[in-house]
């Protein structure tokens, strides 16, 4: 599995939505996740996706972020709402057992 993301930058308040494609036919077999790392910090977990859906969040998150998959294109998302300046960083998809990572993409939270 290979696994590419995209992100961007949004004003305080805003959403954006981070993708995360996967290459391969086994995308569908593992529970996937994302991280983050902000400047100066240590990564964290942010959100959890089983192969069945259930999710989870980091209490810093929840209520304003969502994770979902679409096994048929092989994509995992996590949308972000009411996003807050301490919301920058970078954000890494990976499988759940840390086989797979993507390269990072930055999310910059603008005041």
């Known amino acids: 599995v290979q696994l590419q993301a995209s992100g961007g930058v949004v004003q305080a308040g805003g959403s954006l939505r981070l993708s995360c494609a996967a290459s391969?036919?086994?995308?569908?077999?593992?529970?996937m996740s994302w991280y983050r790392q902000a400047p100066g910090k240590q990564r964290e977990l942010v959100a959890i996706?089983?192969?069945?859906?259930?999710?989870e969040y980091v209490d810093s998150v929840k209520g304003r972020f969502a994770i979902s998959r679409d096994n048929a294109k092989n994509t995992m998302y996590l949308r972000m709402n009411s996003l807050k300046f301490e919301d920058t960083a970078v954000y890494y998809c990976?499988?759940?057992?840390?086989?797979?990572w993507g390269q990072g993409t930055l999310v910059t939270v603008s005041s």
């Open positions: 391969g036919s086994t995308f569908s077999r593992y529970a």
């Open positions: 996706i089983d192969i069945r859906g259930r999710t």
């Open positions: 990976c499988t759940f057992d840390g086989r797979f």
